[in-house]
């Protein structure tokens, strides 16, 4: 029986990573797919996490505190119980209260990280694989001998320093972007009362400060409200970008949705961005083939060589978008360029 086990998070990462251990030592019948862990390397990501959810028996979401409106976690939630019954989705309380939860999750009965509870989460997955079940004596046995490894490791995920809540989903109503702005606009009344106070002054050069102070001012703002921000772009599904290249793919202009794309990640990844418009231009162009490949090639080594940095999985880490966008974006684009290079 499959199990989809949906997490969102650093923190929730490691708790589905456990299940995805633990489970299979108590009902054999049971096979766990932990997205991070069981889509084979080059194969299309968005496909074969659509394909788990509709061949799922039974869904386990890893809530945290972090991430119970998590936008992932809500999509796989959602997809989930569109495909089996709502009884078969359980949410695994890890580390909070049911008082605390709101939100979709709450439709669903949840499990909280106490030895009775996790039991009845057991007996229903045993349930849920119906003659391949294990009877009720010898699935508490089972339990019994497997439950203190599984205490175990849960306890020692809450002992360890606890992550930082990611807030890049909740409203900023006072970032630092945003006070250096009210202090710019401090600073601007400050040269006009001086102004003011002084009309006969240095005219010329209190206008010239005030000039590029405000030209200053104005690009925060637009920086500020750049919609492809971090904390913008995460609330896009990362789906989307695998499906806006794709479908170009058939369209007259094969590279539209790659560039299109890439545009989202020009102030995130800039190098990306710009390697890859290069590319789409060289592709574009009426230059050799073998030229083509190996502006190709090129990009293909640069985006092996940076994505595998220490500091870019530092970029991702405790982030499932970002995690999915490192891994699988380069991939996407690709798959775009070689396709057009068969054309």
């Known amino acids: 029986m499959k199990v989809f086990i949906s997490w969102s998070g650093n923190r929730s990462h490691k708790v589905a990573l456990v299940f995805r251990e633990w489970l299979p030592s108590v ?79 709450l439709q669903f009965q949840s499990t909280i990280s106490e030895k009775e509870d996790l039991k009845k989460l057991v007996a229903t997955l045993n349930k849920s694989c119906g003659e391949r079940g294990l009877n009720t004596e010898r699935l508490n046995n089972t339990f019994e001998v497997w439950y203190p490894s599984l205490e175990k490791k849960l306890n020692e995920l809450r002992e360890a320093e606890p992550e930082a809540i990611d807030t890049t989903n909740l409203q900023e109503t006072q970032t630092p972007r945003n006070q250096e702005i009210l202090e710019e606009i401090l600073e601007l009344s400050r040269i006009n009362q001086k102004l003011i106070r002084n009309p006969d002054g240095s005219l010329g050069s209190n206008l010239e400060e005030i000039s590029q102070m405000v030209r200053m001012l104005m690009e925060r703002i637009d920086r500020n409200n750049d919609p492809f921000s971090s904390r913008y772009i995460r609330k896009f599904h990362p789906m989307m970008f695998d499906e806006i290249m794709h479908m170009s793919l058939f369209s007259k202009d094969m590279l539209m ?87």
């Open 27 to 105: 009902i054999q019948d049971i096979v766990p797919y932990v997205s991070s862990e069981d889509i084979d390397k080059g194969a299309r990501w968005s496909t074969d996490i659509a394909k788990e959810l509709s061949d799922s028996t039974f869904g386990i979401l890893c809530v945290t505190r972090d991430n119970m409106n998590a936008p992932w976690l809500m999509f796989e939630a959602g997809a989930l119980s569109k495909t089996i019954e709502k009884a078969f989705v359980n949410p695994f309380l890890f580390d909070i209260k049911r008082s605390e939860i709101d939100g979709p999750i």
């Open 257 to 343: 949705g790659a560039q299109y794309t890439l545009s989202f990640f020009r102030h995130q990844i800039p190098w990306l961005y710009d390697v890859g418009v290069e590319t789409i231009n060289i592709l574009r162009s009426k230059i050799s083939i073998a030229k083509k490949r190996d502006a190709l090639d090129h990009f293909k080594h640069l985006t092996d060589f940076a994505f595998e940095t220490p500091m870019m999985r530092e970029f991702y880490s405790g982030s499932k978008e970002w995690h999915y966008l490192s891994r699988r974006l380069p991939e996407m684009l690709i798959e775009v360029f070689e396709q057009c290079l068969k054309q």
